[in-house]
C-alpha cells in the first residue's frame, strides 16, 4: 500500500514538473531536437528507418486509439460479468471511463497545439498536452494487465501478464512521437498521468478486496 501510494506521489509530481516546463516553453529545445532527430535531415516529412518501421509504428499506435481501446474495454467487461465479477468490471469501467473524461479535461485545460515542426504521419484533430494515447494506452493495458496478474499462479507469469501490459503503453507513446504529432513531453506527461490514475484505481480494487474479506 505504501509503495503503490508513494509511486501515485511520484507520477504526479512528474507529471506536474513537466505541465510546468511545457508551460513556461523550457522543453522546446528537447522536444524539437528528438523531433527532428527521428526524421530524414533532407526532407523532414521522410521518417528514419525503413518504410516497414513507419508501417509496424502505424499498427502499433491503433492499439492506444479509441476504436481498439474500446473494444478491448467492452471484451473484458462481458468476461468479468459472465464470471460473476461485478465489482471488478465496475472498477474497469471506471478505470477506463474517468481516464477518458480526465485526457478531455486535460487536453482542453493545457490546449497544446500539435508539432508543426514535422508532417503528421496519421490523422490527428484534439490537443496535444498530454498525449490521449500514451495516458489511455497506460490506463487501459496496465488496468487489464494487472488484474491479469492477479490471476496468475506464479511470479514469473504475473511478472510476465504486467510486463506485456507496460510494454503495449510504453510502444504506443513512442509511436506517437515517432508519426510526428506529439511532442515527446506530451507523451511522457501521458505515462506519468495514467499510470497515477491506473494505480489509484488498483488501490481502490485492493480496498474493496479487503472490505469484502
Excluded: N
Excluded at 127 to 142: D, E, I, K, N
Excluded at 156 to 180: D, F, N, P, Q
Amino acid at each position: 500500500m505504501l509503495a503503490l501510494l508513494l509511486l501515485v506521489a511520484g507520477s504526479l509530481l512528474a507529471f506536474a514538473e513537466l505541465a510546468g516546463e511545457v508551460a513556461e516553453g523550457d522543453t522546446r529545445a528537447f522536444d524539437e531536437g528528438l523531433l527532428l532527430a527521428l526524421r530524414d535531415p533532407a526532407d523532414t516529412a521522410e521518417p528514419i528507418g525503413p518504410a516497414w518501421v513507419e508501417a509496424a509504428f502505424r499498427d502499433i499506435t491503433a492499439l492506444g486509439g479509441r476504436s481498439v481501446l474500446t473494444a478491448v474495454t467492452l471484451a473484458a467487461l462481458g468476461y468479468l460479468l459472465l464470471a460473476g465479477r461485478r465489482t471488478t468490471a465496475a472498477l474497469v469501467a471506471f478505470a477506463v471511463l474517468g481516464g477518458t473524461l480526465l485526457s478531455t479535461l486535460l487536453k482542453a485545460g493545457f490546449a497544446r497545439p500539435r508539432p508543426d515542426l514535422v508532417a503528421h504521419l496519421v490523422e490527428v484533430s484534439s490537443q496535444s498536452f498530454p498525449s490521449g494515447h500514451a495516458m489511455m494506452s497506460t490506463v487501459t493495458w496496465l488496468t487489464l494487465g494487472t488484474l491479469l496478474a492477479t490471476a496468475q499462479p506464479t511470479r514469473r507469469l504475473k511478472a510476465y501478464v504486467l510486463g506485456t501490459g507496460i510494454a503495449i503503453a510504453l510502444l504506443v507513446g513512442v509511436s506517437r512521437v515517432y508519426l510526428g504529432v506529439h511532442w515527446p513531453t506530451d507523451v511522457l506527461a501521458g505515462w506519468c498521468i495514467g499510470t497515477a490514475w491506473a494505480l489509484v484505481c488498483w488501490l481502490i480494487a485492493g480496498w474493496l478486496r479487503r472490505k469484502a474479506a
